[in-house]
């Protein structure tokens, strides 16, 4: 796929320069409303969508510890880890041991999701010695961005495709409606899922003052998003705190396009092959300064 391209700064000679690196700006809140994306849209999600399933193909090992940063990678919205596997696959070639998530198919409350991801990511953490990487899609990548906010000792680094991490809720009809039948589940006794506390009540106005605290300045944070996503609004990706980086992809193509991809590899690749060591109860996380450049 071809991202739209202007950088903040000249791209290196021998990195193609066909994104957009944005700097931070503030974002108005939008209405917790339907988002109607256009037709081609929906098509190019189609089309993603069934892509991603045709390309699954063999597993890949884990490569050898103390390469290339861990990583956990989380799903989207009634996804899986499964959804997931090209992206796992496309690091464990580049020397990136990685791992799932955990959370299942992501559809329970947001607070347990992401008290689930910590169990995990400090389980990772402990067998691998060191900080890990978070890589999120989606509802997946707000949830990674709360994991970073409350754990930033355990997290390396962390990097969003398509995540709606401005706490405002603009979301496709299909996924309005996937939403209210899970509130119907859970009204019904099927507790495990999401509740309409969740997304519209105390729960969620708890979720949205956390996602407007200041960000670990110390932790990096990139945000991938797309103007031609079919299924969130964009605009609820641009994040202040983040680096912003524009492609021109489907949402549902986030985890299999060759430029997110990139993008991916490249972010990872800014953490270190070695990383810093897990800290012990005293000290201070070290500072990291954020990437802001191009690919």
């Not at 990139?222 to 079919?230: G, L, M, Q, R």
């Not at 021109?248 to 270190?272: F, K, Q, Y």
Request: charged share 20%.
């Amino acid at each position: 796929m071809t991202a739209i391209a202007t950088t903040s700064a000249p791209a290196p000679a021998d990195r193609p320069s066909n994104l957009i690196v944005d700097a931070p700006k503030p974002v108005a809140p939008l209405p917790s409303t339907d988002f109607l994306p256009d037709a081609e849209a929906r098509r190019q999600e189609a089309h993603a969508y069934r892509s991603m399933l045709g390309l699954l193909g063999r597993p890949v090992p884990q490569p050898r510890p103390g390469l290339g940063v861990p990583v956990v990678l989380v799903p989207g919205f009634i996804a899986g880890d499964v959804s997931m596997t090209i992206l796992s696959r496309h690091r464990r070639r580049h020397d990136h041991r990685t791992f799932r998530s955990g959370i299942g198919a992501n559809l329970g409350c947001t607070n347990a999701m992401v008290e689930r991801l910590i169990t995990r990511l400090e389980a990772v953490a402990a067998a691998e010695g060191r900080p890990v990487a978070l890589v999120g899609h989606s509802r997946g990548g707000m949830i990674v961005n709360l994991v970073g906010r409350r754990r930033p000792d355990l997290v390396a680094g962390i990097v969003v495709l398509s995540a709606p991490v401005t706490g405002t809720l603009s979301v496709a009809a299909p996924i309005r409606r996937q939403l209210e039948m899970l509130y119907r589940l859970n009204r019904r006794g099927m507790h495990s899922v999401l509740s309409e506390d969740c997304v519209t009540g105390d729960c969620a106005a708890r979720i949205t003052a956390e996602l407007a605290a200041p960000f670990p300045h110390d932790v990096p944070y990139t945000s991938v998003y797309s103007p031609t996503d079919a299924i969130i609004d964009w605009r609820t990706c641009l994040d202040p705190a983040a680096e912003l980086v524009q492609v021109r992809a489907p949402h549902s193509g986030m985890g299999t396009d060759p430029v997110v991809l990139a993008i991916v590899a490249d972010r990872l690749a800014d953490l270190g092959p070695a990383g810093d060591p897990l800290l012990t109860s005293g000290q201070s996380a070290p500072s990291r300064s954020r990437a802001r450049a191009a690919l």
